[in-house]
C-alpha cells in the first residue's frame, strides 16, 4: 500500500504552464511503477504518463513533446511538468503507483492498472 499526495495544479492560460508533484510514502524495498491520469467528468481516465525506478518513461500520444515526468528517488517524490497546455488539458490529475517485488517485471506504461492512488487536483487551462 502507498500513500500519494499531489500538489500542483491550478489555472493558466492556454501556451502556459504547470507543474505536479506527487509524495508518496513507500519503502524502499520494492521496484515501482508510477504515473499520473486525468480524467473529466463523465469521461473516462486517460493514462499520461508513466515512469519505473530505472527511470524508463512512456507517455500518452496526446501529451508528447509537452509533458515531461521525472521522479526523485531520495524524497520520493514524482513531479510532471506540463508546458505549453491546451484547454484539452483541463481535467482532474492523479498519481497513481504500484509496488512489485525486486527482480520482477511489470509493464509499466502511461495506461497501466495501478494499485493505489491519490486524491486528485485540478488543473484548468483557459483559452
Known amino acids: 500500500q502507498v500513500h500519494l499526495t499531489e500538489s500542483g495544479g491550478g489555472s493558466v492560460q492556454s501556451g502556459g504552464s504547470l507543474s505536479l508533484s506527487c509524495s508518496a510514502s513507500?519503502?524502499?524495498?520494492?521496484?515501482?511503477?508510477m504515473g499520473w491520469f486525468r480524467q473529466i467528468p463523465g469521461n473516462k481516465r486517460e493514462g499520461v504518463a508513466s515512469?519505473?525506478?530505472?527511470?524508463?518513461?512512456d507517455y500518452a500520444e496526446s501529451v508528447k513533446g509537452r509533458f515531461i515526468i521525472s521522479q526523485d528517488n531520495a524524497t520520493n517524490t514524482m513531479y510532471l511538468q506540463m508546458n505549453r497546455l491546451e484547454p484539452e488539458d483541463t481535467a482532474m490529475y492523479y498519481c497513481a503507483a504500484h509496488l512489485y517485488d525486486k527482480g520482477g517485471y511489470v509493464d509499466c506504461k502511461a495506461d497501466y492498472d495501478y494499485s493505489d492512488w491519490g486524491q486528485g487536483i485540478q488543473v484548468t487551462v483557459s483559452s
Open positions: 513507500k519503502s524502499d524495498h520494492f521496484s515501482f511503477c
Open positions: 515512469i519505473d525506478d530505472y527511470g524508463a518513461t
